[in-house]
């Protein structure tokens, strides 16, 4: 089993920017990939960024050279930097890691959904105009 707890969310205004953090714990397989998904108030869940069990990122076109997501070496701390927050980027964060090797779009479907991996209770993040 492994567990994900988020921290760092909050409220800012638009233009600010805003670090997330993750701690993972629990047994942890080489080929388990790790990610961020939020999911805005009434809406569905949004796959934000992927890191395969190689290290590569991919990241969804909305956030794509404004967020950063990264993990140590250990796999125990991943982080998201959020720059240029929008208001449409209000939502709660979640970190989550998917039970195989993922890569490509159909892996930001997966994180959160049931059966595919495991995934924290979040951090609200809300951008003001």
């Known amino acids: 089993q492994v567990q994900l707890v988020e921290s760092g969310g909050g409220s800012v205004e638009s233009g600010d920017s805003l670090r997330l953090s993750c701690a993972v714990s629990?047994?942890?397989?080489?080929?388990?990939?790790m990610g961020w998904f939020r999911q805005p108030p009434g809406t569905e869940r949004e796959g934000l960024a992927v890191?395969?069990?190689?290290?590569?990122?991919n990241y969804q076109d909305s956030v794509k050279g404004r967020f950063a997501a990264s993990v140590d070496t250990a796999k125990t701390t991943l982080t998201l930097s959020m720059s240029d927050l929008k208001p449409e980027d209000t939502a709660r964060y979640h970190c989550?890691?998917?039970?195989?090797?993922?890569?490509?779009?159909?892996?930001?479907?997966?994180?959160?959904?049931?059966?595919?991996?495991?995934w924290g209770q979040g951090t609200e993040v809300i951008v003001s105009s």
């Open positions: 629990g047994k942890m397989h080489r080929s388990y990939s």
């Open positions: 989550a890691v998917l039970y195989d090797r993922c890569s490509g779009p159909l892996c930001y479907k997966l994180l959160g959904k049931p059966n595919f991996g495991a």
């Open positions: 890191i395969d069990s190689d290290g590569r990122i």
